[in-house]
């Protein structure tokens, strides 16, 4: 399959030929082109970086399987080596434009960061826990990432802190507190990912907060943290549609401030009607559903024509919504055959409805191709 820019550089030059552009335009369209490539990650950059994952990988387990054979001052040299000659050696191949490899390499001194933590730590008796480990971790690549300017290692913070939001958000029941820490970490981390260019990272961000509601919700009470969430998502929703240039600018997810506020907008109405599901009265639940199919309608009339993620997340809502209901509010009234005869006939009007919308978003762009 070409790459994006190939499939762009064949377009530029068919404008150019049938005189929709002068070649000046086309010039400095290939130039932007060129420059976005070499910004982004490239199918060899990310092997590259797997490669180096596996490689850092398999240093630490031979450390680990021979630790008590390697004396202790060779055993401390030896990670610390690693993980000098990562940063070191990564930051000198991205100033000689060598990219891919001086990011692979600092990936395997984040990765022998990580692993030096619990090796040493072990070693000396240290005291603490997974996740006071993870932190330490997550604070020194968040250094690394700011000093470097690292995409890639910004990606990898936003990971360590999701690691240590999950460790501590399922085990929140032993502990005193709830992680609300993770808060100042997405903070400090979406700021970080405009200094490295990483926009990447501020879409795991982005999504690493609708799951930090989502545990907040199962340790609070659930409507105090689902409804504020609708209602967030609905306004972001609709400031990403009619004020789109604006929220772009400012938020710099490449268009895509729409899908992330539809997903936190069903993850919300989702939270809700799990909770009212259970009452006597389904009046709340039928209300909450039918919210949650006008916002799917609308999100996929405002915005899908632009979006085809989108508008996949708003099938998969549906698809759910339509499970859901049927499983609250019609199981008792159809028997196990009836089950699969009323399944079979929502999945066939849930493929009809997806045919016909995709149908319609692709006839405009045909009739102006026609034009």
């Known amino acids: 399959m070409a790459s994006y820019s190939s499939r762009v550089g064949a377009d530029i030059a068919r404008w150019l030929q049938a005189g929709l552009i002068d070649a000046s335009t086309a010039d400095v369209l290939r ?3 060129e420059a976005n490539e070499r910004n982004s990650l490239s199918f060899g950059s990310i092997l590259a970086m797997m490669a180096a994952l596996l490689f850092g990988a398999a240093v630490l387990i031979f450390v680990a399987a021979n630790w008590e054979a390697i004396p202790r001052l060779a055993r401390v040299a030896a990670l610390f080596a690693i993980i000098f000659g990562g940063y070191v050696g990564g930051a000198v191949l991205k100033t000689r434009d060598h990219a891919a490899i001086g990011e692979a ?19 000396y008796h240290l005291s603490g826990d997974e996740t006071s ?7 020194g690549t968040n250094l690394a990432a700011v000093a470097l300017r690292s995409n ?18 399922f085990d929140y029941f032993g502990r005193a507190e709830f992680p609300h820490l993770f808060v100042v970490m997405a903070i400090v981390l979406f700021a970080i990912s405009f200094w490295t260019r990483s926009q990447a990272a501020r879409h795991l961000v982005i999504l690493s907060i609708i799951f930090y509601l989502m545990l907040l919700a199962t340790h609070q009470d659930t409507l105090q ?45 989702a939270m809700i009607q799990f909770e009212l599901a259970g009452e006597s009265n389904n009046s709340g639940f039928a209300i909450a559903s039918a919210v949650a199919l006008a916002g799917i309608v609308a999100a996929i009339v405002l915005g ?62 045909v009739e102006g191709a026609t034009a």
């Open 133 to 139: 480990a993870l932190v330490t971790w997550g604070a």
């Open 152 to 169: 890639p290692l910004t990606v990898a913070s936003v990971g360590i802190a999701d690691a240590w939001l999950f460790l501590r958000g």
């Open 31 to 33: 130039r932007d082109v």
């Open 225 to 269: 943290v689902a409804i504020p969430l609708v209602v967030a998502s609905a306004l972001l929703f609709a400031a990403a549609i009619f004020a789109a240039g604006p929220a772009d600018r400012v938020l710099q997810l490449g268009g895509r401030l729409p899908l992330h506020a539809l997903i936190g907008f069903l993850t919300g109405l």
């Open 105 to 123: 390499l600092l990936i395997v001194a984040v990765a022998a960061f990580g692993g030096s933590i619990a090796l040493i730590g072990q070693m």
């Open 304 to 365: 899908g024509r632009e979006s085809r993620g989108l508008r996949w997340v708003a099938y998969a809502g549906f698809a759910f919504e339509l499970a859901i209901i049927y499983v609250v509010m019609l199981q008792s009234m159809l028997d196990t055959a009836g089950f699969f005869l009323a399944a079979a006939v929502l999945l066939g009007l849930l493929a009809l409805v997806i045919l016909r919308v995709e149908k319609r978003m692709r006839a405009p762009s």
